[in-house]
């Protein structure tokens, strides 16, 4: 399987000044009724939708993302937007994955769901207790900001580096927690591989993407993002 990060550079060195404090006893599961955390979609909509000061008649979808392990998978082209809210000091962990199509021809047979997908899947993941607290516990060491650094921005936006980081395929060997989930998503969509994994801290509505954007920042053979819950804690204070 080819698996090529194009994308590598990084935004610069900065000194890696913070560490958070986490309870890996108050690890628990994301409640629906108190927190909210999903995205929302706008599959038909182009450009012009955004600009226009009117509104389009387009439909979008809202997608949950509360529980752990919950992921949806979607066209990258897409245009999309995050959104989050919950309990004070309370921070999800939340992980991007950035596809190709493989040029493996077999699995492109194979898969169910074919070569091309225009619409978007939900499902959930299980067994992620060691991934959530390998990225909570190891933050700033295993997963740092210098070893992984975002890009300054993204769809014009500036990214806070202490909540983001991205993974390029070239080092997944690095995080083998992290690399036992892009494994297990290209098992299950085997005609896609992982390109990149962005994993971002959400802990105010202001974290994340949410403005309307679409991915093709990240370059146009990224067919596919599949966005997960990867888990959440409570910061001690
Ligand atoms: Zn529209």
């Known amino acids: 399987m080819i698996c ?11 000194s890696d ?20 955390n999903g ?9 012009l939708c955004f600009l226009r000061e009117v509104g389009c008649n387009h439909n979008h979808h809202q997608v949950s993302l509360n529980h752990v392990g919950k992921y949806v998978a979607f066209p990258s082209m897409w245009y999309h937007h995050g959104y989050f809210s919950a309990k004070r000091r309370k ?34 993941m299980d067994r992620l207790d060691e991934l959530t607290k390998d990225l909570a516990g190891n933050w700033n060491t295993t997963y740092s900001k210098n070893l992984f650094p975002p890009a ?20 997944y060997d690095q995080v083998p927690k992290l690399e036992n989930l892009v494994r297990m998503f ?15 801290q959400k802990e105010t509505c202001e974290d994340g993407f949410q403005g309307w ?3 093709f920042a990240l370059g146009t053979k990224i067919t596919t993002t599949i966005v997960i819950n990867v888990g959440s804690y409570t910061a001690q204070g």
């Open 91 to 124: 921070t999800v962990i939340q992980a991007q994955l950035f596809a190709m199509h493989t040029s493996n021809p077999t699995a492109q047979r194979s898969t169910r769901l074919g070569t091309k997908m225009d619409t978007f899947i939900e499902g959930r």
């Open 186 to 200: 290209e098992r299950k969509f085997n005609h896609l591989c992982i390109d990149s994994v962005w994993v971002l």
């Open 39 to 47: 995205l929302f979609f706008a599959p038909n909509c182009d450009d």
């Open 152 to 171: 300054k921005s993204f769809d014009g936006g500036r990214v806070n580096p202490e909540k983001n980081r991205h993974i390029p395929s070239d080092k």
């Open 4 to 14: 090529q990060s194009s994308d590598s550079s990084s935004s610069g060195v900065s």
């Open 213 to 215: 954007h679409r991915d």
């Open 17 to 36: 000044s913070s560490s958070s404090c986490v309870s890996m006893d108050s690890l628990s599961p994301w409640t629906r009724d108190r927190d909210n």
